[in-house]
């Protein structure tokens, strides 16, 4: 199991309604609710995202496929909107996705490029099945530390904040093994794959103690 960012998407909220910020691996924006529901509207919605990242998915999908086909198609656009209704008392979520080019297109390519739609992969994602996984952290309370050491780093692992989500478990198998004793082995590959893996531990749990001052010297 890899996840598909390196670092995760981090938002933050606090008290002014709802003004959330959003950092992503560029840059960071601004997402808000409507005024109509308490907000300032002063970024786009988690609705108006969802639907902004299924379209901008589809137009990059289709655009890859069009210059590979060498189709003269210039401009196309999406309007995506959706509504909501119960069906057999299960919530169910319609979204419609318009698609037009002011291009002549045959029937043909009208047929390919809806189906090319189809398959982009925020729409595989939404028509699929996910799976939202949540967890929790506080500050908590420290109090016991574990090391295990390769001569260069120890991984330090503090048990009370350990939420036992298995990321370093699922993306690093050979260091960090539930089922062995000890857990971790930082024989088991190399110093800067721990590192890395290390930072990915989202509660704190996890941490680096450097053990060789020329690995990083005088930081712990
Ligand atoms: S990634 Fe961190 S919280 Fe998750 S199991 Fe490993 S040490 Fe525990």
């Known amino acids: 199991m890899e996840y598909k960012f390196e670092k995760a998407i981090h938002g933050t909220i606090g008290n002014e309604k709802y003004t959330c910020t959003m950092q992503w691996r560029n840059g960071t924006f601004i997402a808000d609710e409507p005024k109509k529901s308490g907000g300032k509207d002063r970024g786009p919605d988690p609705y108006t995202l969802l ?18 086909k060498e189709w003269d198609i210039k401009e196309i656009t999406v309007n995506a909107n959706m509504y909501q209704e119960t069906r057999n008392e299960e919530l169910v979520t319609i979204i419609d996705r318009d ?31 996910t799976e939202v996984r949540t967890f929790i952290y506080d500050e908590g309370q420290e109090a016991k530390q574990l090391y295990y050491g390769n001569g260069e780093i120890s991984v330090k692992w503090k048990p009370e904040l350990c939420r036992h989500a298995a990321r370093c478990v699922g993306q690093l198998p050979q260091v960090f093994n539930s089922k062995a004793k000890p857990w971790v ?4 590959a190399t110093t800067q794959q721990i590192i890395e893996q290390v930072g990915r531990c989202p509660s704190g749990a996890l941490g680096i103690r450097y053990d060789n001052l020329q690995v990083k010297p005088g930081i712990e």
């Open 99 to 129: 698609i037009r080019t002011e291009d002549k297109i045959t029937e043909e390519q009208r047929k390919r490029l809806v189906e090319i739609a189809r398959a982009c992969p925020i729409s595989r994602l939404l028509e699929g099945k």
């Open 185 to 188: 082995d930082a024989h088991a």
């Open 51 to 68: 639907l902004s990242s299924l379209a901008s998915c589809t137009l990059i999908t289709l655009r890859m496929y069009i210059d590979r």
